[in-house]
């Protein structure tokens, strides 16, 4: 006899991703018996669907899947692979006075990444193994 298919709920979405994943547990914390922020079931999630050691079906991706939403107004799409990395930086006063004079209507977000590209594209010309990490 068969399992039945889980119900569609995000309460069965969270047993699953705890019962299969350590890391997906550990970002639920209380969350899986208890309501837990979106963001939290989206790192979750995210980290579960990536983790090398949990085997679950196709039905059961798509139903932990089915809960992933947008988070504070990113903008980006959940999703089920690489995690973008976010950061979280602090930029002296001068600096940030310097970037906020320089950058007009752009997000700061936006100036960030177009100096991480041109840092890297700089380093990626130098030929592998020949930059720093600076």
Known sequence: MTNPAPAATITAAKRLIAAES???????????SRPCSQDRYNRAAEAAL???????????????ASFMAE?????????????????????????????DAARGDRPVAEIIREAVEGWLA?????GAGEGSAS
Not at 52 to 63: G, I, K, V
Not at 81 to 98: H, I, K, N, Q
């Open 22 to 32: 350590p890391e997906g547990l550990r970002l639920l914390g209380a969350g899986v």
């Open 50 to 64: 990536s983790d090398a050691t949990a085997h679950f079906t196709a039905d059961e991706r798509r139903l932990i």
């Open 71 to 99: 988070t504070r107004g990113q903008g980006r799409p959940p999703t089920l692979g690489a995690e973008p990395l976010r950061l979280s930086l602090y930029l002296p006063g001068a600096l940030r006075a310097r970037i």
């Open 122 to 126: 700089a380093h990626e010309t130098r």
